[in-house]
C-alpha cells in the first residue's frame, strides 16, 4: 500500500474522501486536513486519475520532524540525501515546491533549496530546472515542526481536463462541478438538468457518468455556443432559456445541479433575490419527488427559507472558499408527496 494525497478546494475534503472511497476500492482514508485527503490504496495511477474533485495527487515519499530555526534546515538536505528515488527518471530537470505554516525564522524558499541540493548530494547527475521549466517536481509541507516530501503526479491538465476546454466569465472549475455531481449521486436512469448552466462545466462532469438524458441551458446565446463548443451533442442538450420559466413539465426531472449568480456573475441592476426566488420555484417544481437537488449559492438564508417553505430537505451543505468568495453548497431533497 502506498500513502498519497489529494489537494481539494477547501471545504470540499469530505466530498473528495467520499469519491475515493467510492472509486478506489482498497482505500483507506487516514487524515483529512483543510484542503488535503490523506489515503493508502495499491491501485495505479490510472484508478486514481478518476477522482475528479480532486486538484491534483501526489505520492508520499518521506514524512519527518524539524525544528523552527535555520540550523535546522540542514537536516533537510540530509534526509533527503539519504532517499531512494530511482524510480523517478532522472534525465528529466526537477524542481522543489514549498510550503511552510508556523513561526519558522527560514523562507519557503530557503526549504526548497536544501530539499534541492539533498536531492543533488545523491543523485549529482540529476539536474534542477526552473519554475517554470522542469518535469519532475517535488512538493515540502512544512506545518509547524511536521514535514511532509512528496512527488507530484498531475500538472494542470488535471484539474481543467486538457488545454482545448474554453471558459465563460465566472466559471466554476471542473473539480467543483465534479464535487456537486458527486454530490447528486448520479445513476443510469437519471434525468439530469442544469438550469444555469453557464459554459457547461457541470454538464460536461455529468456526462463523465451515464445518464438517461442531460440537459441544460443558459440565458445568454454567446454563453451556450460555448457550452456546445465544450461538449459533445450526443451527450448532452443544451438550450437557450431563462431559469425562471424552465420549459419542463411538473416532476419530470431526477436531479439538478447548478451554480446560481452570485458576485461578478451579479449585474448590479439585477435582484438576486427575487431571481432565486423565481429559480428555486422552477426548481422545485420541475424535480420528481425524492429528487435531488445541488445548489451553489453566496445567498445562505434566502436558500435555506426557500427551501424549507417549497418542502426541499437539506440533506448537507459545505461552506467552500472560492475565488476571495464564500459561497455555500447546498444538498436538498423534494419531500415525497403524500
Not at 484508478?47 to 518521506?62: E, G, T, Y
Not at 540530509?78 to 531512494?84: A, G, H, N, V
Not at 417553505?309 to 415525497?336: A, H, I, M, W
Request: charge should be neutral; aromatic fraction near 8%; proline fraction near 3%.
Amino acid at each position: 500500500m502506498t500513502l498519497y494525497f489529494a489537494s481539494v478546494l477547501p471545504g470540499l475534503e469530505y466530498v473528495l474522501s467520499d469519491e475515493i472511497n467510492n472509486k478506489v476500492t482498497d482505500s483507506e482514508i487516514i487524515e483529512i486536513n483543510r484542503g488535503k485527503v490523506f489515503f493508502t490504496t495499491a491501485k495505479t495511477f490510472t484508478c486514481l486519475s478518476s477522482l475528479r474533485s480532486a486538484d491534483n495527487l501526489f505520492q508520499v515519499i518521506d514524512q519527518f520532524q524539524i525544528g523552527p530555526h535555520k540550523k535546522h534546515l540542514s537536516h533537510v538536505s540530509e534526509r533527503i540525501s539519504q532517499l531512494d528515488l530511482d524510480f523517478i527518471d532522472h534525465n528529466d530537470l526537477f524542481w522543489v515546491n514549498a510550503s511552510r505554516k508556523g513561526k519558522q525564522t527560514y523562507s519557503r524558499f530557503e526549504a526548497a533549496k536544501k530539499v534541492m541540493e539533498g536531492i543533488n548530494n545523491h543523485y549529482p547527475d540529476w539536474n534542477i530546472g526552473t519554475s517554470q521549466n522542469h518535469q519532475v517536481e517535488f512538493r515540502l509541507d512544512i506545518e509547524h515542526q511536521h514535514v511532509i516530501f512528496s512527488l507530484r503526479l498531475t500538472d494542470a491538465t488535471f484539474r481543467f481536463r486538457g488545454q482545448t476546454r474554453r471558459f465563460s466569465r465566472a466559471s466554476l472549475l471542473p473539480t467543483v462541478a465534479h464535487a456537486m455531481v458527486h454530490l447528486s449521486d448520479p445513476k443510469s436512469t437519471d434525468v439530469f438538468v442544469d438550469p444555469c448552466c453557464g459554459s457547461g462545466t457541470i454538464l460536461s462532469e455529468r456526462a463523465t457518468y451515464s445518464a438517461k438524458r442531460i440537459v441544460g441551458g443558459d440565458v445568454s446565446g454567446d454563453v451556450t455556443k460555448v457550452a456546445k463548443s465544450n461538449i459533445d451533442d450526443t451527450k448532452a442538450q443544451i438550450n437557450v432559456w431563462d431559469a425562471r420559466e424552465l420549459p419542463l413539465s411538473n416532476g419530470c426531472v431526477d436531479k439538478i445541479v447548478t451554480n446560481l449568480p452570485f458576485g461578478r456573475q451579479i449585474s448590479p441592476d439585477e435582484d438576486l433575490k427575487l431571481f432565486n426566488h423565481h429559480i428555486m420555484n422552477e426548481i422545485c417544481r420541475v424535480l420528481k419527488p425524492t429528487g435531488r437537488a445541488v445548489i451553489l449559492s453566496e445567498s445562505v438564508n434566502q436558500l435555506l427559507g426557500e427551501a424549507k417553505r417549497l418542502g426541499l430537505l437539506c440533506l448537507e451543505s459545505y461552506s467552500l472558499s472560492l475565488k476571495g468568495l464564500n459561497p455555500t453548497l447546498f444538498v436538498f431533497e423534494k419531500q415525497d408527496e403524500l
